[in-house]
């Protein structure tokens, strides 16, 4: 007689973190037998890049920055980290790329993903041809974006693939008095877009002085990717981007080819305006993100019911929409009894289905996601007669986060 041990085979992965992986579209020049334009790639490390011919070499043969993203992307958000990736023309406008009427380009992004990405970044190298006109000092075509960019959220939400966007704030006015207000934009109110106007001010004097007024789009979106959903970018124990080692955001900019030194007295300002920038301490070392704006105001109403006016609030509510429906889902079409007076709903099915999303909210909790939840199935739902529509409602309580520490120090002559 024998004992006979065997190694099992493994179910479908666990390994990783579902809330980092991202997309990144990036204008671009294609290379023949490797990177296609229009094409979907799924990349792990800078070396899947390069293995597609976008290497340093492609971003100074073609006056582009796209390789620089991507790196930028795993230094914060770390090799193995799923990243899908597309290049796009040159000579189509940026607004109507993310419009995307056809399906051919953020759009075939997301379908191919089959909803993996939760966050999406929009790199801008236009044509050579390209001349840029201006709305209150920002290119019009970023401001028009933002709203495309908007709907193109409205169209992953509607299909169940719901993602944050940031959008690469390229070429913009240094007076921060001059730049519009991200966060009262006429008619837009722009909850899942962020406008990135940061750059590593040394990097981009190395470059071709047509790209020097770029943004390091890929720098932010590698942070969103590290951070958990509730987590402000801005998170001073977690989130320093400057990495002495690699001469990487030694000093910091913003997209005018400006220090961030230079313009000190204006932070305020932009912050205020709903800007991403990166700045930095008195007597704390590295470069940190100023907040996790959205091209929003900040909207809470009398009964305490707030939008999404933060990347991590946009995160946070995208991943609950997601663990929900998928929780809810296979519940579809199950048969349920009611009440035989009422024709409703039971008090057993209502505490069932307010236990489904409870258990949802119960895990990010524990997570450290949220800091409470509490689901609410209508007891008034009919599900006798069509569309035999389950009602149910869920709120949730965010994380706070410290936007500022106020103190006072007193000298006494005793304690």
Same mark, same amino acid.
Not at 5 to 19: A, E, L, Q
Not at 99 to 113: T, V, W
Not at 252 to 257: E, R, T
Not at 266 to 273: C, G, I, M
């Given at each position: 007689?024998?004992?006979?041990?065997?190694?099992?085979?493994?179910?479908?992965?666990?390994?990783?973190?579902?809330?980092?992986?991202?997309?990144?579209?990036?204008?671009?020049?294609?290379?023949?037998? $490797?990177?296609?334009?229009?094409?979907?790639?799924?990349?792990?490390?800078? +070396?899947?890049?390069?293995?597609?011919?976008?290497?340093?070499?492609?971003?100074?043969?073609? $006056?582009?920055?796209?390789?620089?993203?991507?790196?930028?992307?795993?230094?914060?958000?770390?090799?193995?980290? $799923?990243?899908?990736?597309?290049?796009?023309?040159?000579?189509?406008?940026?607004?109507?790329?993310?419009?995307?009427?056809?399906?051919? @380009?953020?759009?075939?992004?997301?379908? +191919?993903?089959?909803?993996?990405?939760?966050?999406?970044?929009?790199?801008?190298?236009?044509?050579?041809?390209?001349?840029?006109?201006?709305?209150?000092?920002?290119? &019009?075509?970023?401001?028009?974006?933002?709203? +495309?960019?908007?709907?193109?959220?409205?169209?992953?939400?509607?299909?169940?693939?719901?993602?944050?966007?940031?959008? +690469?704030?390229?070429?913009?006015?240094?007076?921060?008095?001059?730049?519009?207000?991200?966060?009262?934009?006429?008619?837009?109110?722009?909850?899942?877009?962020?406008?990135?106007?940061?750059?590593? @001010?040394? @990097?981009?004097?190395?470059?071709?002085? &047509?790209?020097?007024?770029?943004?390091?789009?890929? !720098?932010?979106?590698?942070?969103?990717?590290?951070?958990?959903?509730?987590?402000?970018?801005?998170?001073?124990?977690?989130?320093?981007? &400057?990495?002495?080692?690699?001469?990487?955001?030694? !000093?910091?900019?913003?997209? &005018?080819?400006?220090?961030?030194?230079?313009?000190?007295?204006?932070?305020?300002?932009?912050?205020?305006?709903? @800007?991403?920038?990166?700045?930095?301490?008195?007597?704390?070392?590295?470069?940190?993100?100023?907040?996790?704006?959205?091209?929003?105001?900040?909207?809470?109403?009398?009964?305490?019911?707030?939008?999404?006016?933060?990347?991590?609030?946009?995160?946070? !509510?995208?991943?609950?929409?997601?663990?929900?429906?998928?929780?809810?889902?296979?519940?579809?079409? !199950?048969?349920?009894?009611?009440?035989?007076?009422?024709?409703?709903?039971?008090?057993?099915?209502?505490?069932?289905?307010?236990?489904?999303?409870?258990?949802?909210? $119960?895990?990010?909790?524990?997570?450290?996601?949220?800091?409470?939840?509490?689901?609410?199935?209508?007891?008034?739902?009919?599900?006798?007669?069509?569309?035999?529509?389950?009602?149910?409602?869920?709120?949730?309580?965010?994380?706070?986060?410290?936007?500022?520490?106020?103190?006072?120090?007193?000298?006494?002559?005793?304690?």
């Amino acid at each position: 007689m024998s004992v006979v041990i065997t190694v099992g085979k493994p179910g479908p992965s666990i390994i990783g973190n579902s809330d980092a992986v991202s997309g990144i579209v990036a204008q671009g020049v294609a290379v023949v037998g $490797k990177a296609a334009i229009g094409k979907v790639y799924e990349l792990y490390q800078p +070396e899947d890049a390069e293995a597609l011919g976008i290497d340093a070499d492609y971003d100074t043969t073609n $006056k582009v920055v796209v390789y620089r993203h991507i790196t930028e992307f795993y230094r914060l958000a770390g090799k193995g980290t $799923k990243l899908f990736f597309m290049l796009v023309p040159q000579n189509v406008t940026f607004p109507n790329i993310i419009e995307d009427a056809m399906a051919i @380009y953020p759009r075939k992004l997301l379908i +191919e993903a089959k909803g993996e990405i939760r966050q999406l970044a929009f790199a801008f190298n236009p044509a050579p041809t390209y001349i840029p006109t201006f709305t209150t000092e920002v290119e &019009s075509d970023l401001l028009l974006a933002i709203g +495309e960019a908007q709907a193109l959220y409205e169209y992953s939400a509607q299909t169940f693939r719901p993602v944050s966007i940031i959008i +690469e704030g390229r070429n913009i006015n240094e007076t921060a008095a001059n730049l519009p207000n991200l966060r009262d934009l006429e008619g837009l109110e722009a909850t899942k877009v962020s406008f990135c106007i940061a750059q590593d @001010y040394a @990097y981009a004097g190395s470059l071709d002085v &047509s790209n020097r007024k770029f943004a390091d789009v890929g !720098t932010l979106l590698g942070t969103v990717a590290k951070c958990d959903v509730a987590q402000n970018i801005g998170d001073h124990t977690a989130n320093n981007i &400057s990495n002495a080692t690699k001469s990487v955001f030694i !000093t910091a900019g913003i997209s &005018s080819h400006t220090t961030i030194a230079a313009i000190e007295s204006q932070w305020a300002t932009l912050d205020a305006k709903g @800007y991403i920038f990166a700045s930095y301490e008195s007597g704390y070392d590295g470069h940190y993100w100023n907040n996790d704006h959205v091209c929003a105001p900040i909207v809470i109403d009398a009964d305490g019911i707030m939008n999404e006016h933060s990347i991590s609030l946009g995160r946070t !509510t995208d991943k609950l929409k997601r663990l929900l429906r998928a929780a809810l889902l296979p519940k579809v079409k !199950t048969k349920q009894p009611v009440d035989t007076q009422t024709g409703k709903l039971p008090v057993g099915v209502v505490k069932y289905f307010d236990s489904l999303g409870d258990t949802i909210m $119960k895990q990010m909790e524990t997570k450290e996601e949220i800091s409470g939840g509490k689901t609410y199935t209508d007891p008034n739902s009919d599900l006798i007669t069509p569309p035999k529509t389950l009602n149910v409602a869920f709120s949730f309580v965010p994380y706070g986060q410290i936007g500022e520490i106020k103190g006072v120090i007193n000298i006494k002559n005793q304690l």
